[in-house]
């Protein structure tokens, strides 16, 4: 009777020393990884976005602007092998949907592909799927328009293209 006593002295010993270390290394590996940056991560969609233009303000013709507002790009640079190209891509606090934004070529190879980007989200360094080689490549981002609702009910779409010089 006295060695059983024993025994479950040992065993729940061993479990409560078990539990303590497991709680120990849990602990050390949560804080032994780098806090997540709030900038300038390649492929963060930052729900702070700001697309550099006064969104508030009329149109050319004095006119209130209506309708979805698209970011739009005349030229983006980057350098030959980067994985990732400084662009400002998002949705317009302005905007009532959600937008899908795929960043492709003109031959169809697609660089990037978004989550759902909601009113105000964006990034600016999209991470690419694959390097480019020196060239000049025609480039457009493909926003598709979705319901904010939780159905995303596709709505309507937009591209904007531009020249991507690969240096």
Excluded at 45 to 54: E, V
Excluded at 77 to 95: R, V
Aim: charged share 20%; glycine share 8%; with cysteine.
């Amino acid at each position: 009777m006295k060695n059983k006593k024993i025994y479950i002295a040992i065993i729940a010993a061993l479990i409560v020393a078990i539990g303590a270390l497991s709680a120990v290394l849990i602990y050390n590996n949560i804080n032994s990884q780098p806090a997540a940056p709030t900038q300038g991560v390649v492929g963060e969609i930052r729900t702070d976005w700001d697309t550099g233009i006064d969104e508030n303000s009329k149109g050319s013709d004095n006119t209130e602007k209506t309708g979805v507002q698209i970011p739009g790009y005349s030229t983006a640079e980057m350098n030959a092998g980067d994985t990732s190209l400084h662009i400002s891509i998002g949705n317009p606090k302005s905007n009532t949907c959600g937008l899908y934004a795929t960043l492709r070529l003109s031959d169809g190879t697609v660089l990037y592909k978004s989550d759902l980007l909601e009113p105000g989200s964006g990034l600016t360094d999209v991470p690419l799927s694959k390097s480019l080689e020196k060239g000049e490549y025609q480039a457009m981002v493909l926003y598709e328009c979705v319901t904010l609702d939780d159905s995303h009910q596709r709505l309507n779409s937009a591209e904007s293209e531009f020249t991507l010089k690969v240096k």
